[in-house]
Structures are given as C-alpha cells and as structure tokens.
C-alpha cells in the first residue's frame, strides 16, 4: 500500500522512477563504502560509532525519491536560473530559514571569500556550491554533471546545529542539539509539486500551505502524516518543539509522548517522515479513528524490497547514545546546589525528572492531569500519556519555550506552572534557585 503511495507520488513527479533507481543505486554504493550494514557484535566500538555518525550526518535513506522526485524541491532550490523554478535559495536565504553551514567542510578559499564579503550570499548558485561541497548541515544535494538534480534530507538537518564559531550559522557541528532556528513548514512550503502531501492529507493545497506556514522555527508536526490535525483545538498550530537527540541513555519511552524504544522511533521517523525507503511494522497505526491518514497509507506495515533503513539502526542508536550532554558554563553554583535540594524535596521534581536520567525509571508516562496540562497532544499518541521530560542539557534547548509545544516561554514560568499545579508555595527566591538548578543541568 505504501509502495503503492510512493508509486503514485513518483507517478506524478514524472522522471522522477529514473531518479528513483539511481539513487537507490547510489545509497547501496554509500552503504557497500561505509561498511554500514555490519552487525553491531562484529564491529568494534569506534567503528560502530563511526558509522553511527556517518549515517546520522549523511545518510538520506533514499529520501531524496520524496524530497527531490516527488516534491522537487531541488528544483526550487536551484531557481531558473540554474536549470530549477523560481528564484531560487540564496544563502542568505537558506540561512535564515535556519539551515546551518559546517565551517569544517569550506575550502580555505571559500572561507576567505566568505571573510571578505566576496562570496555573493544572494546567489543562489553559491547554496548549490555549498550543496556540492556536503557542507549543509542535514542537506544532500545530488548533482548530474552541474544541474542539482535531487536534494535529501538527513536527521542532523532537525537535530544538529553549529557553534556559530565562523559566522552565524556557520561553525562546527553540534550533533543531537535540536535546531530551533530551522523553519521546516517554510521549507517544505517551497516544494514545487505538493500533490503528495495533498494526496496524502486528502485536503487542498491552501489548507496544507497553511499549516505549514502556522509551524514557524524550531518546530516540526511529526503526527501530522498519521492523523491530519494541523491544529490543537484552540487554534493554535499542533506542531511540536524539536527535542534533543542527547542525554537519551538509560531512558525508556521516547518522544514527548512516549511512542517507542530509540530504534522504534528512529525507524518511524526514517521511513515516516524522511519517507526513506525501508520496512516498518506497528499495527497501532492501523487504527482508523486515531490514525485516518496513516491508516489510509498504510503506515502500519510497510515493506520495501531493498531496505535502506533497517540495516543502520543499530549503529545509529550507538550513535545517539554517546553524543555529549552539554552543559551551562554560566551557572550560580551557589544557587544551584540550593535549587536541587528544592527540586529533590519541596518541589517533588525528582519524583518524576529521577536522575541521572530525569526522567522516571521505568514506564516513564504521565496523563496531562498530572502536570495540570491538556491532552491534545497526547491522544496524538498510542500511549495517550506525555512522556517525563529528560532534563539534561537544558543549555541546549533554551530557545523556543518548554514543554511539547513551547507553552512555557521560560524556566521560570515552568517552575510558577508548576507551582501552582502542585501548591508549592514556593517563594521568589525558591523558584529562582530551582531556575539556576535546571539551567546547569
Ligand atoms: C524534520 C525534522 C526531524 C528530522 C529530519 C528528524 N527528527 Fe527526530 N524528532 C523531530 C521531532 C519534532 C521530534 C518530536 C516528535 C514527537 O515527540 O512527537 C523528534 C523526536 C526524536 C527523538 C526522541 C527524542 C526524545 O526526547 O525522546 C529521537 C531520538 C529522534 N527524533 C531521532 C531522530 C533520528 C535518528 C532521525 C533520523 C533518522 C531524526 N530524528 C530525524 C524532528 C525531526
Ligand atoms: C508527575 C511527573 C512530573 C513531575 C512531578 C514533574 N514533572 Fe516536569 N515534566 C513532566 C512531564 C510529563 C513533562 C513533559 C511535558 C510536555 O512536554 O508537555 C515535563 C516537562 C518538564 C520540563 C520541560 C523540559 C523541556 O525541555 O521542555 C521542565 C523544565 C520540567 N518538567 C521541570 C520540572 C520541575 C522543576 C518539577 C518540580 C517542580 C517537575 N518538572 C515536576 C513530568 C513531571
């Protein structure tokens, strides 16, 4: 049924079957290279973790079947004027909808070009550049002769980011720290071809346009393509905040509301979301009242003769297991050690966030009442339960808000929600010790 979508898609995308198999080809070529597809027993650590970053950085799945031959997007990446539609996307342009550069891929050249304000950020010619050099972060571009002729998406375009150490949005890769600069609903939006997510929704192309344009940065709807909600019953966008890919291990359920194991999700979200090509098993998905869209696509069991997915699960999930949790630099040490004593007593914070994981140890899901919050979010879930926030590396994560959705604009205004949800009574300098605690954890 999935394979029969895709077809569809591919259909309409007309070239796009040609495309299809080369890339296919190409990525069992990528696979064969980077030995991607050894049991996790046979490899040694550094290997395993090696090909973990490798496939978490550039690994496309075959996605660029959707990104490029069904959606077009490279078309409207490159512009008119270099074989594409439309104006094109200028650096300048890319970098404001919040894609990163990787510093460490720039030749010397173009990085003393780009010093000397030499580099024209307005051409489009120079992203295709950047593309060609793999130097997007998350971005593949693929290049017949000089025409981009399909693009790809890996997961390191949501959930890396750079230090900023050239230029903004220019520096050194910061994988699993979620970029909430990235406006995905705008790029997306760009796609010339939208009849596959009309398609799919089952909706007009105005309605997909703006529900896309409601995301805004940081933000991704990763329930969308299963149940078609655009919005929460108050009006507002139902996208989520993108998490962390770090300070996972030793936690049980994943996402915000609990969907699986790391492998669990990452095989949804690569197969899903990416729309890589792979197999993928979840009969939860095959609920029509929960699920329409995903029913009606048959999400619950898809299969693929060539599987560019399953084979890299476990070096991926290595992966994500070592990346580093960072930490403020800047915390009020004095404060903080205050702040813990309120968040393991007083607060019964650590009844839920137990460290070292802060989240709880075992089945870590809660009903929206015990947080004193909705259950929109979480009836968008097999679990119908919000899972306990890990708190690590909160540095990371300052930007966009807390909890899901981004609710909270503030620390600060999670710890007053808290304390009125749970009658703490907490005074003003309690609540700020327990802030300078949660920002250095
Ligand atoms: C388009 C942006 C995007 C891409 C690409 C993407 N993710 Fe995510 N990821 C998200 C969002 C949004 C969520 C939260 C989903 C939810 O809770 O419903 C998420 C959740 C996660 C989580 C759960 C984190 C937690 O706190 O439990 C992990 C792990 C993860 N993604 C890993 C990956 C991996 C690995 C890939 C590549 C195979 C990937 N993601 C690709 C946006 C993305
Ligand atoms: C009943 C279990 C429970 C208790 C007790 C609890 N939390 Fe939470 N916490 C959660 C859940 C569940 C979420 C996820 C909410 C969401 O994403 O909508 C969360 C989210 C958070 C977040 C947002 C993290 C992010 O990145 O968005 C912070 C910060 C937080 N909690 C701090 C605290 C503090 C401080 C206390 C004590 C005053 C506390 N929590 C008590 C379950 C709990």
Redesign the pocket.
């Given at each position: 049924m999935v394979t029969k979508v895709l077809g569809r898609m591919l259909g309409v995308a007309g070239a796009a079957i040609a495309v299809y198999v080369v890339v296919v080809i190409a990525n069992v070529a990528l696979a064969a290279v980077s030995g991607s597809n050894a049991s996790p027993e046979r490899s040694s650590p550094n290997r395993l973790l090696a090909q973990g970053r490798h496939?978490?950085r550039f690994?496309t799945?075959g996605d660029q079947a959707f990104w490029g031959g069904a959606l077009q997007l490279n078309q409207a990446i490159a512009g008119s004027a270099n074989g594409g539609v439309g104006p094109g996307v200028s650096p300048k342009t890319a970098l404001a909808v919040g894609l990163k550069v990787d510093s460490t891929r720039l030749p010397r050249a173009v990085k003393d070009a780009l010093k000397a304000g030499k580099l024209n950020l307005d051409d489009p010619k120079v992203t295709l550049a950047l593309l060609k050099l793999n130097a997007v972060v998350?971005v593949r571009g693929f290049f017949r002769d000089d025409r981009l002729s399909s693009m790809g998406?890996?997961?390191?375009?949501?959930?890396s980011t750079v230090d900023d150490s050239f230029a903004p949005g220019i520096g050194h890769r910061l994988d699993g720290w979620?970029n909430r600069d990235?406006n995905?609903g705008a790029i997306v939006s760009l796609a010339p071809n939208k009849k596959p997510l009309t398609d799919l929704l089952g909706v007009d192309e105005a309605t997909v346009d703006k529900v896309l344009a409601a995301w805004g940065p940081g933000?991704?709807?990763?329930?969308l393509f299963l149940d078609g909600k655009g919005f929460r019953p108050d009006g507002k966008s139902a996208?989520?905040?993108?998490?962390?890919?770090f300070?996972?291990a030793g936690?049980n359920?994943?996402?915000?509301?609990g969907?699986g194991s790391?492998p669990y999700?990452?095989a949804f979200?690569?197969n899903l979301?990416?729309h890589?090509i792979g197999n993928f098993e979840d009969a939860r998905l095959a609920d029509a009242n929960q699920f329409p869209v995903a029913a009606r696509a048959g999400f619950a069991h898809v299969r693929n003769e060539r599987d560019l997915?399953t084979p890299k699960l476990p070096a991926?999930q290595f992966y994500?297991l070592s990346l580093p949790v960072p930490h403020a630099q800047d915390v009020d040490r004095g404060a903080a050690r205050r702040g813990k004593a309120i968040f393991d007593g007083v607060g019964r914070c650590a009844g839920c966030h137990m460290p070292p994981t802060f989240t709880d140890s075992g089945w870590n899901l809660h009903p929206g009442s015990a947080i004193c919050i909705d259950d929109f979010?979480a009836d968008?879930?097999p679990t119908f339960r919000y899972?306990t926030?890990?708190l690590r590396g909160i540095v990371a994560k300052l930007n966009g808000g807390f909890y899901?959705d981004g609710r909270f604009p503030t620390l600060g205004a999670v710890v007053d929600h808290y304390d009125s949800c749970f009658g703490l009574h907490l005074s003003g300098r309690q609540k700020s010790d327990l802030v300078a605690y949660l920002r250095g954890l």
């Open positions: 496939t978490f690994d799945f998350g998406l890996t997961c390191a375009v949501c959930h979620p990235l995905v933000k991704f709807d990763a329930e996208a989520t905040l993108i998490p962390a890919a300070g996972l936690v359920l994943h996402t915000y509301t969907w790391i999700w990452n979200v690569a979301e990416m890589g997915i991926l994500q979010q968008r879930s899972r926030t890990p899901h």
